[in-house]
């Protein structure tokens, strides 16, 4: 499975931003988003089942983002909103065929190149 992060840019403090991750081969993963800040560990942002049923959010951004997925289109977003200057980050997507651990890194086996959001003050 090959992943591709899309949709970060350039935002002020409480706007929104719409980040997409487009998959190639069967789509039948757990998926994930990640971020990365600077000078800063990779931490779990987002998680949704294959299915879309079931989801799971960092405390740090339920509320304010939203992870969903379009199966027939291979396509998994996660919309961004109330955006703070600490939401500044590399954004990664990430695939995984497990339903345990999914805070982790390492229960993720497929990663997209991420894309950039930054968040000015």
């Known amino acids: 499975v090959q992943l591709q992060a899309s949709g970060g840019g350039l935002v002020q403090a409480g706007g929104s931003l719409r980040l997409s991750c487009a998959a190639s081969?069967?789509?039948?993963?757990?998926m994930g988003w990640f971020r990365q800040a600077p000078g800063k560990e990779r931490e779990f942002a987002a998680f949704?089942?294959?299915?879309?049923?079931?989801?799971l959010y960092a405390d740090s951004v339920k509320g304010r983002f939203t992870i969903s997925r379009d199966n027939a289109k291979n396509l998994v977003y996660l919309q961004l909103n109330s955006l703070k200057p600490e939401d500044t980050a590399v954004y990664y997507c990430a695939a995984t065929p497990s339903n345990s651990d999914v805070r982790y890194r390492t229960s993720y086996r497929y990663w997209g190149q991420g894309t950039l959001v930054t968040v000015s003050s």
């Open positions: 081969g069967p789509f039948v993963y757990n």
């Open positions: 949704i089942e294959r299915s879309g049923s079931s989801t």
